[in-house]
């Protein structure tokens, strides 16, 4: 994703990169695909064994809500005010944006001022149809169907547009995905098939890549959200009875990769700026983009998101565990 958007800004800003190159870079937009897959199950699966309750979904609300806007707030606001401030700053000229989805992430007409935000408003879409399942699962299951149907139907009379573009999304059907894979790792039936899993879902991303070679459409990214998740079903089946060892860099990048994504296409627009005024090679400009955003989105983990996440674990008066503080009058 973020090598992705380097593309697109060392374009934009320092000059045309070799036809391979951008080609393979368009590529860069199936890690949305994997996020919502990967976000879907990592919801499921982590709540799995919760207890029904009102006190149970305040406190999945509490968290959800704080995992999201303490470290998003400062990127996003910062951003709209700079776009209030000098309307001629995106590379497009004008940029459109809409004030109350840059500030809550809810769908609206317009994008948030930070780009990629949209994808924080299918999030949030995510976690309020989840609260079904502190209530019923079955009633989840029911919805996220009927949610289904809804997308495919509706998508066969007309595009949707506007709000409407965020219920109405495929992409929400890839949330639904990764949903499934999660209970199917926590059935019993599938629990010595993981191997055959992993190797369905992987062959069934790699036929989904070969189609999406000249166009990347709308059911070939299905088709690769469906194979992402057998191969996630596989890797989690398979962690269940052999310790999987990560190397320590991924381990890194992954605690690092929510402000990554929230840090890294501002940084870009901006190195790319530079790298164009001081007449760098597109690869010397993409290279110095990637790490700087990397690194930036490090930094701002280690001093801005996990404080803030500490912080608010420790204070929530929701969470048993939580230390009390008497109140003041």
Not at 127 to 133: H, S
Not at 134 to 152: E, M, N, P, Q
């Amino acid at each position: 994703m973020v090598a992705h958007h380097a593309g697109l800004s060392t374009e934009a800003f320092v000059g045309t990169m070799p036809t391979a190159v951008s080609e393979l870079l368009v590529f860069g937009l199936l890690g949305v695909d994997f996020f919502f897959v990967l976000s879907g199950f990592i919801i499921m699966y982590a709540h799995f064994d919760d207890e029904r309750g009102t006190t149970t979904v305040k406190r999945y609300a509490f968290k959800r809500l704080t995992r999201i806007f303490p470290a998003y707030w400062p990127v996003g606001l910062g951003l709209l005010v700079l776009y209030a401030s000098l309307p001629g700053l995106s590379a497009g000229g004008g940029r459109e944006y809409s004030w109350v989805s840059s500030l809550l992430l809810v769908p609206a007409n317009g994008p948030p001022a930070l780009s990629v935000a949209w994808t924080l408003v299918h999030e949030l879409l995510f976690y309020g149809i989840f609260m079904l399942f502190f209530v019923s699962r079955r009633g989840l299951v029911v919805a996220l169907l009927a949610w289904a149907v809804l997308i495919l139907v509706a998508n066969q009379f007309f595009s949707p547009s506007g709000w409407l573009r965020y219920p109405l999304s495929f992409l929400n059907i890839e949330f639904m995905l990764g949903v499934g894979a999660a209970l199917l790792v926590r059935s019993e039936a599938v629990e010595r098939k993981g191997k055959g899993a992993a190797l369905l879902g992987g062959t069934m991303a790699c036929f989904a890549l070969w189609l999406m070679a000249t166009e990347i459409g709308v059911w070939p990214r299905l088709l690769f959200a469906l194979g992402l998740a057998l191969v996630i079903v596989g890797f989690a089946v398979r962690e269940q009875t052999v310790v999987l060892r990560w190397p320590v860099s991924m381990l890194i990048l992954g605690n690092a990769s929510y402000s990554i994504y929230l840090v890294h296409n501002p940084l870009l627009s901006l190195t790319q700026r530079v790298a164009g005024v001081l007449a760098m090679s597109w690869p010397i400009a993409m290279l110095m983009g990637v790490t700087l955003s990397v690194a930036a989105g490090w930094a701002y983990h280690r001093l801005v998101e996990a404080p803030a996440l500490r912080w608010f674990r420790s204070h929530t008066p929701l969470d048993p565990k939580a230390p009390t503080k008497p109140l003041r009058v």
